[in-house]
């Protein structure tokens, strides 16, 4: 692992005792002694912090800004307000995947947050794009560090170190101010299912801004949590992983998430292809899937019906919150209709499988909605 990049956070994690393993070209960790499970449990039901500064973060500045990411993705960032956050992702022209991301419209600039195995393809895509249009892609990821605390007590947690309002921060909204005395952009977002929040701040206050948020947090459980936790947790709320349900060989249709489209805005790059997959109906579609019969669907595991593979899952685990053995898997038509049975082939044996409605777990954002 002597390659592999390390975050500021990296002695810390291995004094807690955090097991550290290779991910997206960086040494995390998957876990910490409390174990997974654990961790997983505190985000639903109190808190949990993760260092998630492989992420990547670009600035985007200059005359033309606004009009290059509209052009860039697929969101209208024209509804979006100053402070606004959203999720969206980029396209080839063939309206595959380059990547999924999030957006925050700054005051002096946009923010966008990128998957990190994807930094550097991500900004040399972007760069090629940028031919024509006045602005700049200025690549912000060494510089500054990304934490991510999430939970129903997550608020409660960072307010004891901030004068922010932090109930004047909404959900998809963002502020910038001091947290434990570090100037700090605030996002409240976050990939668990949980309402929490995205921190960023200047990498060299990493410990600093860690140690205070988990002094902070004691009293109310928080843990600090590893990869398996964040893949549970993101998982159990249906959340699309980069390299999962998101690869540059699948398109946003069959992944579900043309929702993201704004198809009146203009032109923007892969629409017409997306567009075409939208309108004449994309051959196979990302499905949930519960076991019927007891198997562990792992990911590239088969998905047969009738004795022909008709798909493959993506992501499978047993929910720690649910307590059953689910999987997301993407499937030809007609076997995506819920309550159809199919067989997931584990180490060679079928096991049967349903295909069931998601989210497994309801995310607390849509619970408010309803």
């Not at 992420?55 to 402070?83: E, N, T």
């Not at 921060?169 to 929490?196: D, M, P």
Request: with cysteine; hydrophobic share 40%; proline share 6%.
């Amino acid at each position: 692992m002597t390659n592999l990049k390390r975050t500021p956070l990296y002695a810390v994690h291995v004094a807690m005792g955090g097991r550290m393993v290779p991910f997206a070209g960086y040494e995390l960790p998957v876990q910490y002694p409390t174990g997974p499970t654990a961790e997983h449990h505190a985000v639903r039901e109190a808190a949990g912090l993760f260092d998630i500064d492989h992420m990547g973060q670009f600035r985007i500045v200059g005359p033309d800004a606004d009009a290059f990411l509209q052009y860039v993705q697929p969101r209208d960032l024209g509804k979006m307000k100053v402070w606004d956050a959203e999720y969206s992702y980029l396209c080839y022209e063939d309206g595959t995947f380059v990547d999924d991301i999030f957006i925050y419209r700054l005051p002096d600039a946009w923010y966008v947050v990128v998957n990190a195995a994807n930094r550097e393809k991500d900004l040399f895509w972007l760069d090629t794009l940028a031919a024509g249009f006045d602005c700049d892609i200025i690549d912000e990821s060494d510089p500054t560090c990304m934490l991510a605390l999430q939970g129903p007590k997550a608020q409660t947690v960072l307010q004891k170190l901030t004068d922010i309002d932090l109930d004047q921060v909404a959900f998809h909204t963002a502020a910038r101010g001091q947290v434990a005395g570090i100037e700090t952009l605030i996002g409240a977002t976050g990939y668990t299912g949980e309402y929490g929040y995205e921190l960023f701040f200047p990498a060299e206050s990493a410990i600093a801004m860690w140690e205070s948020l988990l002094e902070a947090g004691k009293e109310d459980g928080l843990l600090a949590c590893g990869l398996a936790a964040r893949d549970s947790l993101r998982f159990e709320a249906c959340l699309p992983l980069y390299g999962h349900e998101i690869t540059a060989q699948l398109n946003p249709v069959e992944a579900r998430l043309s929702w993201v489209c704004d198809w009146d805005k203009g032109p923007w790059v892969g629409r017409e292809a997306v567009l075409k997959h939208k309108l004449e109906k994309t051959p196979r579609l990302l499905v949930g899937l519960e076991m019927v019969e007891r198997g562990v669907p792992r990911e590239h595991y088969p998905v047969q019906a009738e004795g022909e593979t008709i798909g493959w899952v993506t992501t499978g685990m047993k929910s720690p919150t649910l307590g059953k053995f689910l999987a997301l898997a993407y499937v030809n038509r007609p076997y995506n209709r819920l309550g159809t049975e199919v067989d997931v082939i584990i180490r060679g044996k079928s096991r049967k499988a349903k295909v069931v409605r998601r989210p497994f777990y309801v995310p607390a954002y849509r619970r408010a909605d309803a």
